[in-house]
């Protein structure tokens, strides 16, 4: 795992290596930049931090060139097949292997198959190759997002990296705040793709490459999407088929020259990745999980049972408050953007603890999307019966579920009952969003100031959810457009960049089996009887691993990956709650109204209401506002 970065346009080798610097947390192994002027009258920059984990030798460092200087590239993640088209590559007689790098083989690739590559590559990827024959610049990023890729176009100049934090490095782009971006992430809780939260710089498309020739963009257009492709097959076939895929893809991201280990919380999802990574070694695997005090937050006892079940080699940390609200001020600032997905800091003290004993992880990310998971696909069901009640028992539910008294506790009874009735208050595509997200479009409209309510071009800040929707065809069923909604918008922009940003701020590569394309294809050829059975989720995974694993941890409810926020919100964090969001640190932008945020605060404190989502999301705001402004 890597940091890339790079232009071709305007810019000199200064910016290149100021660029590359920012990155050096993702590689702490080695960095390396190539700069000239080009043929082409436009100037290319390639750089790389390396975190070296497949030849660790010098010879695979970045940029990388092909044998006669035509070819360079810079790489960012992994090619889980790359010996088997190595030795395709090698049967042709063409090429001669200087490494034993996948990024050797993904360089000739593109030298053999053009933009026709990405059939053949299986992996997580972020990557740019320069051409020095045509001047052509290639920007991809993998089908499912794992690895991030931004880039800006200013007039005839193309720069991107892996960061945000890199590309403000260069002279032509700007640190100005998109306003559409800024009430997308009001919303979200981060700033979705293909926005970010500069107007100068976007995200490229999981699944899609650019094309940069001669001062401007040639094609932008995806290599793979996601379809659903039912297909009649049986429980048992496909049982035996999800096995088979599971092993293999969890077998393939075993590979690596460095130390290797699994995240283990004791949910289902980590608890599979750990019996298939265990089932795959012949020695017993590391596997890791934290735990805290506060035990509605706790998950260490079913680690612990599930690694004694496997016979791994388990690690385990137990932390206190104290511990997360020391890593507070350093995480927002580590952040390019305002993430408020607070489950970011044990996942960030996760990986610090991980990364002592290993530099490869593998995690379980992608199950509850694939499979709907998530107690909010459950509540689908409530929700249609709720939707053809009277508009008067609507009233009266909202009344009920303001009665049900404040709880600090993790997703507790007032908090779920609040954010369901929320997400009735636009149109259904975007309900699942309301309830996942932190400020509604009525919140927003109190909350935002005048100016930047007239700068928006999407009011309602959930606009992405209507264009991703149009990509389906009319035919796809409401759940199948559910779960393309998670795909392209929670598991892109809030899990997988959680993850990324926690463990390669630790010099951490994790790895998802589960978002293996073979197996998002076959999850989503699968009926939805296979998925969601009555009340419960990922009913063909809980099947398959029956008996695997203990049983308790199949049987038992899901439980997030969070903290005691709500409670810290009126003691711990109070303090840092005041000073951020006092009338004078909002004025330093004017972008909020004081006095909302004022009743917010007042509200939270008093115990009349649970306030968290909502002001941990203009906290971190804050925060970041004040390190990168």
Not at 597 to 602: G, P
């Amino acid at each position: 795992m890597c940091g890339i970065a790079g232009f071709s346009g305007r810019g000199t080798e200064d910016d290149l290596l100021r660029m590359i610097r920012q990155l050096k947390h993702r590689g702490p192994d080695f960095q390396g930049g190539w700069w000239q002027p080009g043929r082409f009258d436009a100037a290319v920059g390639l750089g790389h931090a390396r975190l070296s984990i497949i030849d660790l030798s010098s010879g695979a460092n970045q940029p990388f060139f092909n044998a006669d200087q035509t070819i360079g590239i810079v790489f960012n993640g992994e090619i889980y097949n790359y010996l088997s088209l190595k030795e395709e590559l090698q049967q042709s007689g063409k090429y001669t292997f200087r490494t034993t790098s996948d990024t050797e083989v993904l360089l000739y690739l593109y030298e053999e198959y053009g933009e026709d590559l990405f059939g053949k590559i299986n992996g997580m990827f972020a990557f740019a190759i320069y051409d020095f024959r045509t001047g052509k610049t290639l920007l991809a990023r993998d089908r499912m997002g794992k690895k991030p890729l931004h880039y800006s176009i200013k007039g005839d100049t193309l720069i991107y990296g892996s960061e945000p934090k890199s590309l403000l490095q260069h002279p032509l782009v700007s640190k100005t705040i998109s306003p559409d971006a800024l009430n997308a992430y009001l919303t979200f809780e981060y700033v979705p793709t293909p926005y970010s939260i500069y107007q100068d710089i976007q995200k490229l498309e999981p699944g899609h490459y650019l094309l940069f020739e001669k001062g401007q963009v040639t094609a932008r257009k995806p290599f793979w999407t996601v379809q659903f492709n039912h297909q009649p097959i049986t429980f048992e076939t496909a049982l035996n088929r999800f096995d088979e895929l599971l092993n293999d893809a969890t077998a393939s991201r075993l590979v690596a020259d460095v130390p290797l280990g699994v995240f283990l919380s004791g949910g289902l999802d980590s608890s599979t990745i750990a019996y298939y990574a265990q089932k795959n070694s012949d020695r017993p695997i590391q596997t890791f999980s934290i735990g805290f005090k506060e035990k509605s937050y706790d998950e260490a006892d079913y680690a612990r049972a599930v690694a004694k079940h496997l016979g791994t080699d388990h690690h385990e940390k137990v932390l206190t408050a104290r511990d997360s609200l020391d890593l507070l001020p350093g995480i927002a600032t580590e952040l390019d953007e305002p993430f408020a997905d607070a489950s970011i800091i044990p996942t960030y003290l996760l990986s610090q603890f991980t990364r002592e004993q290993v530099t490869v992880a593998l995690g379980g990310d992608g199950s509850d999307e694939l499979l709907a998971g998530y107690p909010t696909f459950t509540s689908d069901y409530v929700r249609g019966v709720y939707g053809r009640m009277p508009k008067l028992m609507h009233s009266l539910a909202n009344r009920v579920a303001e009665l049900i008294p404040v709880s600090d506790n993790n997703i507790s009874l007032d908090f779920k009952a609040k954010q369901f009735l929320k997400g009735f208050q636009e149109k259904p595509a975007y309900t699942h969003t309301l309830w996942l997200g932190s400020f509604s479009p009525a919140q927003k409209r109190s909350l935002l100031s005048a100016d930047v309510l007239a700068r928006l071009t999407d009011r309602t800040g959930l606009g992405l959810i209507d264009k991703h929707l149009a990509n389906l065809p009319a035919s796809t069923s409401a759940f199948d457009q559910t779960s393309y909604i998670y795909y392209m918008t929670y598991l892109l922009d809030d899990i997988l960049v959680k993850v990324d940003r926690a463990s390669m701020y630790n010099s951490l590569e994790v790895r998802a089996p589960f978002l293996d394309y073979r197996i998002v294809d076959f999850a989503n050829s699968l009926p939805e009887s296979f998925k969601r059975k009555g009340l419960s989720g990922k009913y063909i995974l809980k099947a398959l691993m029956r008996n695997k694993i203990p049983n308790e941890i199949i049987d038992r409810p899901k439980k997030g990956f969070g903290i005691p926020l709500s409670q810290w919100l009126r003691n711990e964090l109070k303090p840092l709650c005041n000073e951020l969001l006092s009338d004078a640190s909002l004025q330093q932008h004017g972008l909020f109204d004081p006095a909302y945020v004022r009743q917010l605060q007042q509200e939270h404190y008093a115990g009349k209401q649970n306030h968290r989502k909502l002001l941990w999301t203009l906290m971190v705001f804050q925060q970041w506002y004040q390190h990168y402004h």
